[in-house]
């Protein structure tokens, strides 16, 4: 398997405009998350969903962000409109089951620089 | 949510083995302790994870106090290609959000050779 695959690996965008951030989870992993990364805030988890449907939204930080996840082999994350302060290295990862004991892959991660 | 406290960073020599410690005194009984590492630009990499008995992979051993209180992960023989942030995790058996990877700031591991 190719692992967690993620694009673009890098965003440059200006201020105001629309990004989608796309991620293809291992095959046959029921759950998916995104995470954002910051040298303030670390890694916090902002969206998972399980078998396509959003579980728990709490971590996405205001309603410029939305997630979906059409099919089991598709996530978004959509910012609009991106901001300065969302310039961040985006995750995704996505994990067989939900339950404590199973391992979480990660993909390499979206460079976001907002302008 | 019960915490873990790890050393901002920590050295090492090439080719010796490396002690990583993990606090985490307010752990419940069903958490499971799981660790995580960083390489510079890449994403997180599962490790390892244990409940109460020491475990061992092929990446890592993990050995845990009896009291399970503390933890330590252990890198038998560091290679340069270890150098990164590992980061200790706390999850709690029922998943869903207490199953989450919370993740704090981690221990950055320098490797020398």
């Known amino acids: 398997d190719a692992g967690v695959i993620q694009s673009p690996r890098h965003e440059v965008t200006e201020m105001g405009q629309e990004v989608t951030l796309r991620c293809k989870p291992i095959?046959?992993?029921?759950?998916l998350f995104w995470y954002r990364q910051t040298m303030m805030r670390g890694l916090e988890l902002l969206i998972y969903?399980?078998?396509?449907?959003?579980?728990?939204d709490s971590g996405m930080p205001e309603d410029r962000f939305s997630a979906k996840m059409p099919n089991a082999s598709f996530s978004t994350l959509k910012i609009q409109p991106s901001e300065p302060r969302d310039s961040a290295v985006y995750f995704c990862?996505?994990?067989?089951?939900?339950?404590?004991?199973?391992?979480?892959?990660f993909g390499p991660g979206t460079r976001l620089t907002v302008t | 949510d019960a915490k873990t406290t790890q050393p901002n960073s920590m050295e090492s020599n090439e080719e010796e083995p490396v002690h990583l410690p993990c606090n985490h005194s307010?752990?419940?009984?069903?958490?499971?302790i799981h660790w995580y590492r960083q390489l510079p630009s890449q994403g997180p990499e599962y490790v390892i994870h244990?409940?109460?008995s020491n475990v061992n992979n092929r990446m890592a051993s993990l050995a845990i106090a009896e009291d399970r209180k503390s933890s330590t992960l252990i890198l038998h023989r560091a290679t340069l290609r270890d150098a990164a942030v590992y980061y200790c995790?706390?999850?709690?058996?029922?998943?869903?959000?207490?199953?989450?990877?919370?993740f704090g700031k981690g221990t950055k591991l320098s490797v020398k050779p």
């Open positions: 990862a996505s994990s067989l089951r939900g339950g404590s004991t199973y391992e979480q892959y």
């Open positions: 095959s046959g992993h029921d759950y």
């Open positions: 969903f399980n078998n396509n449907v959003p579980i728990d």
């Open positions: 307010t752990i419940s009984g069903t958490d499971y």
């Open positions: 244990g409940l109460t």
């Open positions: 995790i706390l999850r709690g058996v029922y998943g869903g959000s207490q199953g989450n990877l919370i």
